[in-house]
């Protein structure tokens, strides 16, 4: 059973930085594409950041330049360094992955329970 789970959320200020972890298991290889969404109560759900088991990435625009998503198959981690956070950038974070190796649209995702992130002006 594939399984998600979100660390490293918190509160910080405006301009401050930010990791999120995402461990994940029950994949019987590794996992394939990965990635980051966030949801705030005034937002739908949007992706951040996604990365393919090859390491090829994708970022939103309102991230690009702030964000970098990474993975280390080996020990079956997903990170988000988050710098220059924005109040904006306060929402729920959610890990996804899928067994497809390149990210493509409209894949069925295992997700986790998410963590909150927090950004104060």
């Known amino acids: 059973q594939v399984q998600l789970m979100e660390s490293g959320g918190g509160s910080v200020q405006a301009g401050g930085s930010l990791r999120l972890s995402c461990a994940f298991s029950?994949?019987?290889?590794?996992?394939?594409?990965m990635g980051w969404f966030r949801q705030s109560p005034e937002k739908e759900r949007e992706e951040v950041a996604t990365?393919?088991?090859?390491?090829?990435?994708d970022y939103a625009d309102s991230v690009k330049g702030r964000f970098t998503i990474s993975r280390d198959n080996a020990k079956n981690l997903l990170y988000l360094q988050m710098n220059s956070l924005k109040s904006e950038d306060t929402a729920v974070y959610y890990c996804?992955?899928?067994?497809?190796?390149?990210?493509?649209?409209?894949?069925?995702?295992?997700w986790g329970q998410g963590t909150q992130v927090t950004v104060s002006s």
């Open positions: 990365i393919d088991y090859y390491g090829r990435t």
């Open positions: 029950g994949y019987r290889y590794s996992a394939g594409c």
């Open positions: 996804a992955a899928n067994k497809y190796l390149v990210c493509i649209r409209g894949a069925d995702n295992n």
